[in-house]
Nanobody, 122 residues
Framework: QVQLVESGGGLVQAGGSLNLSCVDS????????MGWFRQAPGKAREFVSA????????WYADSVKGRFTISRDYAQITVVLQLNKLQPEDTGVYYC???????????????WGQGTQVTVSS
């Protein structure tokens, strides 16, 4: 049963923007930290951003600081990742994940969505 569903990916030119959404369809993870990871072709999956269960604290990879913004709604059902000033190196599959504890590394994340493709053309 799929519980985390990402959407909002697509093809965009360099400098453009996208909004990625992750819906917790079963409201299972409303007390979990939520994170976004991405995987570029031929590369390992990497951390992008995370947000605490109550939205009070956020973390970003150095490569996206100042360009990406993570947020979650009051009902803690949807997590949004705003992607601004996109660059070709941001291309990859973006995954949403849930962790029972605040973390920026993959092993702590126990539940994953299926991913949404982001492609940035130069």
């Amino acid at each position: 049963q799929v519980q985390l569903v990402e959407s909002g990916g697509g093809l965009v030119q360099a400098g453009g923007s996208l909004n990625l959404s992750c819906v917790d369809s079963g409201r299972t993870f409303r007390y979990d930290a939520m994170g976004w990871f991405r995987q570029a072709p031929g590369k390992a999956r990497e951390f992008v951003s995370a947000i605490s269960w109550n939205g009070g604290t956020t973390w970003y990879a150095d490569s996206v600081k100042g360009r990406f913004t993570i947020s979650r709604d009051y009902a803690q059902i949807t997590v949004v990742l705003q992607l601004n000033k996109l660059q070709p190196e941001d291309t990859g599959v973006y995954y949403c994940a849930a962790s029972p504890r605040t973390a920026v590394t993959e092993p702590h994340y126990k539940s994953w969505g299926q991913g949404t493709q982001v492609t940035v053309s130069s």
